[in-house]
């Protein structure tokens, strides 16, 4: 069973940006599609992105145009730029294997806290 590990939330200011990273316990991302999820204070947990297995990415509506998903194999990490950002992207957001690119597929981490507010 992979484990991840989020890191690299805080507390920003709206039109800010942060680099998330979720390290991986072993290698993951040349088996599985990797993606991001989000949990808002109140709503269930929600896709937010992935980066398939062939190095393709997909993301949410709400989120295009400003977020950006890479990945080193290497350091077995995967990253989220996340651009512009504004109150609604306040969120607890995890990183899980990806099953049919949106449904997660393993044991959830912790998860790291983004805050967005002036």
């Known amino acids: 069973q992979v484990q991840f590990v989020e890191s690299g939330g805080g507390l920003v200011q709206p039109g800010g940006s942060l680099r998330l990273s979720c390290g991986a316990s072993?290698?993951?991302?040349?088996?599985?599609?990797m993606a991001w999820y989000r949990q808002a204070p109140g709503k269930q947990r929600e896709w937010v992105a992935v980066l398939t297995m062939s190095g393709a990415a997909t993301d949410a509506n709400s989120v295009r145009g400003r977020f950006t998903l890479s990945r080193d194999s290497a350091k077995n990490t995967l990253y989220l730029q996340m651009n512009s950002l504004n109150p609604k992207d306040t969120a607890v957001y995890y990183c899980?294997?990806?099953?049919?690119?949106?449904?997660?597929?393993?044991?959830w981490g912790q998860g790291t806290q983004v805050a967005v507010s002036s």
């Open positions: 899980n294997k990806a099953r049919a690119l949106t449904t997660p597929d393993s044991d």
């Open positions: 072993a290698s993951a991302f040349s088996d599985y599609h």
